[in-house]
């Protein structure tokens, strides 16, 4: 997770074939606890060797499958990974990952709640997301309908504030490493604008430079 933009951003869809009349997807997952390691030659099982001593590595390894699968038109995708203490499988919700939670209004722009790029503590926090913004009548956040975004911060005494950022463009001088680049950033403490010490806040001045930008809402 480079930014809240992640949550919506650089996901692919799985392809039916074009004649497919009924799409749907059937999604299975399946654990095997000792799979060998191959790569050798003709597939022979590598033994696994590491200079990092905390390697958990081994010659065997847990792998986690993913299959999906459409009756209709013969598609299917196969996903394989290792699953270690980093990778694998969560039993999660929506509200954690926020992806599928609907947006909210607020100023005249739609708030999409976004998994938070800083998580420490969030679970429990009153406002656990943060937020892609968006122009209203909008049904799936892609980067062409994104103005803004919205995530949280800490001021100087330790207090909640949002940082914002405001009109994407390929030049923009802020957003480095995410998505989208951006032309205008408030860091919710006074740089940038008045600080911003609640999302309707940060809403609003997204706003108000979409307004300066020209850009329609």
Not at 150 to 179: C, E, F, K
Request: proline residues 5%; contains cysteine.
């Amino acid at each position: 997770m480079k930014s809240a933009l992640d949550t919506y951003l650089g996901w692919e869809q799985p392809k039916h074939h074009r004649d497919c009349t009924r799409p749907a997807w059937d999604i299975s997952i399946r654990t095997d606890d000792d799979v060998a390691r191959s790569g050798g030659h003709m597939g022979a099982v590598v033994k696994h060797g590491c200079s990092d001593e905390f390697c958990s590595h081994s010659s065997s390894f847990a792998q986690t499958v993913v299959r999906i699968v459409c009756h209709s038109c013969g598609a299917a995708q196969v996903v394989y990974g290792e699953k270690t203490d980093d990778t694998g499988t969560t039993l999660t919700d929506t509200r954690w990952v926020a992806y599928g939670l609907p947006p909210r209004q607020a100023v005249g722009l739609l708030l999409w709640p976004a998994q938070p790029w800083l998580n420490t503590g969030r679970a429990h926090d009153p406002e656990p997301h943060d937020f892609v913004v968006t122009v209203l009548k909008v049904k799936k956040v892609t980067a062409d309908v994104v103005v803004g975004q919205i995530t949280q911060s800490r001021g100087a005494q330790g207090g909640v504030v949002w940082t914002a950022l405001a009109v994407p463009h390929p030049d923009g001088q802020y957003g480095a490493g995410q998505s989208l680049q951006w032309l205008h950033a408030n860091d919710g403490r006074g740089r940038g604008g008045n600080p911003l010490r609640t999302v309707t806040a940060a809403a609003r001045w997204i706003s108000a430079r979409l307004s300066e930008s020209g850009e329609s809402q």
